[in-house]
């Protein structure tokens, strides 16, 4: 993960060297003293990176107040005090993540999070997270507030999901009332459809079927590139060779690219996760894949963007898009089945 930081006083400075020694696993990117604080905010939230600041919150607020603009799109930010002892998430605690950041933050240096969401306040379900964690795509975002509400007020919320799409039925929350009919009812408070069948629920028309509807995410694209290619260079690949990417599931490559700046980028501008894989287990995916001794002697496997993409996709995976490369980046995109397995964020 990524975290742009920016701290305003020696004390400041030296919390930040804390986090850095308390979670090295995160890549900190930190402000330049001579960049002006709304450069420095506007160039993340161009690629929908999380902000620290170390100091007082209304900096914060009064340097993002021109950037914040839709939730399922703006970067996390939080504030953290110069001595450590709170971490407050101010914006995209859910789909963004800094709700999570903060506990982990909070939890290396001994702080206490400062969460102000209603659902995480009172322990309930949050079907934002919920869409999030089994890579479903929000596809109206006011039915978020609608079915939240629903929630908070102790109503139960009806949910329907498509025959095709493997629904656990384990651990679900009481407000959840799944509706278990085969056909597609006339209403339920959330649906979840694939994207094929979805045309007739588009537009002024939805709000006669459901809420809220989610569409499962289902394509996983491996991704291969040479050390140093910008974000910029890997999305504008990536927009046109595939024309699906509002239902991008995951990020994959082989782990040596784990710290590769513009491919980790990548993935927290679209809000997937960058899955990585070692040569053995890149070996490991099953299928008939692309092969390059100039590859193989790089990487010590034949392919990787396919074999990261399948291995990604999981089981009942279907390669859509073979290895595609240009300028340096190589491209193929896996198809998985789709499933939701994850109800409870706490």
């Not at 953290?80 to 903060?102: C, K, T």
Request: a neutral charge; charged letters at 25%.
């Amino acid at each position: 993960m990524i975290i742009c930081a920016c701290f305003f006083t020696q004390k400041g400075k030296s919390l930040l060297d804390k986090l850095k020694a308390a979670l090295p696993e995160i890549t900190w990117l930190v402000r330049n003293s001579d960049e002006s604080l709304k450069t420095w905010a506007e160039s993340a939230f161009k690629k929908r990176l999380p902000l620290l600041f170390i100091g007082a919150a209304g900096i914060a607020v009064r340097t993002i107040a021109d950037f914040a603009d839709n939730k399922l799109n703006d970067s996390p930010v939080l504030v953290v005090d110069e001595l450590g002892r709170f971490v407050v998430p101010l914006l995209s605690g859910h789909i963004g993540g800094a709700n999570d950041i903060a506990e982990l933050i909070a939890g290396r240096i001994g702080a206490q999070s400062v969460i102000t969401t209603a659902t995480d306040v009172e322990a309930e379900f949050a079907v934002d997270v919920f869409a999030k964690d089994n890579g479903l795509r929000i596809m109206n975002k006011s039915g978020i507030k609608q079915i939240s509400a629903a929630v908070l007020d102790g109503k139960a919320v009806t949910l329907w999901a498509s025959p095709a799409i493997q629904l656990s039925k384990d651990d679900v929350p009481p407000c959840i009332k799944i509706l278990s009919e085969k056909a597609r009812p006339e209403f339920a408070d959330i649906l979840i459809e694939l994207e094929e069948n979805c045309g007739q629920l588009q537009g002024a028309n939805q709000a006669k079927h459901c809420k809220l509807l989610l569409v499962p995410r289902l394509y996983c694209a491996g991704m291969g590139c040479k050390k140093g290619k910008t974000f910029e260079e890997l999305d504008q690949f990536l927009a046109s060779n595939f024309t699906e990417i509002d239902f991008l599931f995951a990020l994959a490559s082989i782990d040596l690219k784990k710290d590769e700046l513009g491919l980790m980028t990548l993935a927290q501008y679209h809000h997937v996760p960058f899955f990585t894989f070692s040569a053995e287990e890149l070996k490991l995916a099953e299928g008939s894949f692309s092969e390059s001794e100039f590859v193989e002697k790089t990487t010590g496997v034949s392919n990787v963007c396919e074999r990261a993409a399948m291995l990604c996709a999981g089981k009942g995976a279907e390669l859509i898009m073979k290895k595609t490369a240009g300028n340096g980046m190589t491209l193929a995109v896996a198809k998985r089945a789709p499933v939701i397995s994850k109800w409870r964020h706490r």
